[in-house]
């Protein structure tokens, strides 16, 4: 079980993780929290995408890096949040970004990317089990035609097609393709981090010419549906914050000024239409170092957004938090008890430098 306190339990286990057992084992945990407390002040913003259950590994051809955590860990570490720090809104970050009341020691602020239907199915249940609100990033393309995201389609076709090598001269890519799914699997994430380095345009040119040459157009998937509007209007009423991630998940950095006002502002107008508050919050798709800028950050403002998330790795200090480009710590599935526990108290020692960029 990937949630255990055995998950990591041998010697070649990354040394952040065993460090993070031993002083979760020692109940040490609490007393660094206190100790950081008193020299950092600071807002940690959790990210998720996915929280899902998959029993047959072998049957789901989807992106696993953008699984989070299953059921049993998402509610396990959002009862350890809720236990040992301040949960806070969306709502009380921009208060406090415009000089309101500032943040409680130890705030955390629930975030997801993407808009997966599974947030609705699993997560937004044990959300409101625990009392806990969260934030939901939606790209609204997506929304509107039910189809799967462009990375993770790219994913299932390598892991489905039934060619034998896959080329993509553009990235200068040429493998074979072997029967195994693991193998599959980790061609699939190299060639998307491939593709994530190349400009809009060759990312765009290079998935169509995939599903045309392989005869596997993007269509409807029961494994990986974004959420409905109707799932999302219910969200919100109920207590979650809802927030744009573009329209379309491309990474903004890379496009053109029109294209760029046409992802921030549509987003936006299909959010507000549906939904009874006005969109303020904004996730930028991706989120790394190339995939937003100053320029994207300044049509963010301009397009009427009064935050923004990135999704490079690490924590807002009190009072010098950039509005734009708020840093998050990436919540992944192979994080047992112990590495979330510590990765949360102390993100410096075990969380990433900076997070998987989805």
């Not at 396990?76 to 415009?98: N, S």
């Not at 593709?195 to 998937?221: C, G, Y």
């Not at 979330?340 to 993100?347: L, N």
């Amino acid at each position: 079980m990937i949630g255990s306190l055995d998950a990591f339990e041998t010697p070649s286990a990354p040394r952040r993780v065993r460090l993070a057992r031993s002083c979760y084992r020692l109940g040490a945990l609490p007393a660094l929290q206190t100790l950081r407390r008193i020299w950092r002040s600071d807002l940690r913003i959790l990210a998720y995408h996915r929280v899902l259950d998959i029993d047959d590994l072998a049957r789901f051809k989807f992106d696993l890096a953008v699984v989070s955590a299953s059921s049993a860990q998402f509610r396990e570490q959002l009862a350890w949040i809720r236990k040992r720090f301040h949960p806070v809104t969306f709502r009380e970050v921009v208060a406090a970004l415009d000089g309101g009341p500032p943040l409680p020691a130890d705030a955390v602020l629930i975030t997801f990317d993407d808009g997966y239907d599974d947030n609705y199915r699993v997560a937004f249940p044990i959300l409101r089990e625990l009392g806990l609100s969260a934030t939901f990033f939606i790209s609204t393309g997506h929304t509107d035609t039910g189809r799967p995201y462009a990375y993770d389609w790219l994913v299932y076709m390598i892991c489905t097609t039934s060619a034998d090598a896959i080329s993509i001269p553009e990235l200068r890519i040429d493998r074979r393709l072997p029967a195994s799914l693991v193998e599959r699997r980790s061609i699939a994430e190299s060639v998307l981090e491939a593709v994530k380095r190349a400009d809009d345009a060759t990312q765009r040119t290079v998935i169509a010419r995939l599903e045309h040459d392989w005869n596997l157009p993007r269509a409807p998937h029961a494994d990986c549906r974004p959420m409905t509007w109707q799932q999302i209007v219910e969200m919100q009423d109920a207590g979650m914050e809802i927030g744009s991630h573009g329209v379309h998940h491309r990474m903004l950095a890379k496009l053109g000024d029109e294209e760029l006002d046409y992802e921030l502002r549509a987003s936006k107008a299909a959010l507000d239409s549906h939904l009874s508050r006005p969109t303020e919050i904004i996730s930028y798709p991706v989120g790394g170092a190339d995939a937003y800028d100053a320029r994207v950050m300044d049509a963010a403002a301009r397009a009427g957004y009064r935050a923004a998330c990135s999704y490079v790795g690490g924590t807002n200090a009190s009072g010098e938090m950039s509005r734009y480009e708020l840093n998050r710590l990436a919540v992944e599935r192979e994080m047992d008890k112990a590495w979330f526990a510590a990765m949360v108290a102390v993100p410096e020692i075990f969380g990433y430098p900076s997070g998987p960029e989805r």
